[in-house]
């Protein structure tokens, strides 16, 4: 029987005003290798409240249809309650967080992320202005 192991990791990131949207793929491809784990999962997690990890193909178009999307989920031009309180004109950063959510759990199959062949993961910031983020990854499984 084989031991499992965990290995834990974690990872910064430069992004600008949101939505700014970073493909993290090779990153998390990296600490993969480096973990050894051959069977197993990643999980990954984004700290803050004004971002959120989820998949796409992360290609020009697809990357401008997402931006659109989030913005027409939580436009940045309505009245949020956020804003009576603090005044820091961000209160459509923590909804459109929210509704994608922080957090991404990726299956690992023969030392590689189990994805489609045009999916990758993208680190978004949702924030009205520029943010060094910090993803927490957590990798369990099986080694070499």
Known sequence: MKAVSIYCKSVQVNLDTGPDIRDITPVLEHLIHDSQ???GSLCA???????????????????????????RL??????????????????????????????????????????????QVVAINHDNRSRQRTIEVTITGTTV
């Open 37 to 39: 784990v051959e069977e």
């Open 74 to 119: 939580a436009s940045p031009d309505l009245e949020y309650e956020h804003e009576k309180a603090w005044h820091d004109g961000n209160g459509h950063s923590h909804v459109q967080a929210a509704l994608l959510g922080p957090s991404i759990a990726l299956p690992i199959r023969m030392g590689q992320l189990k994805m489609g062949t045009w999916q």
């Open 45 to 71: 997690t984004m700290v803050g409240s004004t971002g959120s990890l989820t998949t796409i193909e992360y290609e020009p178009g697809v990357v401008r249809d997402l931006m659109a999307a989030v913005n």
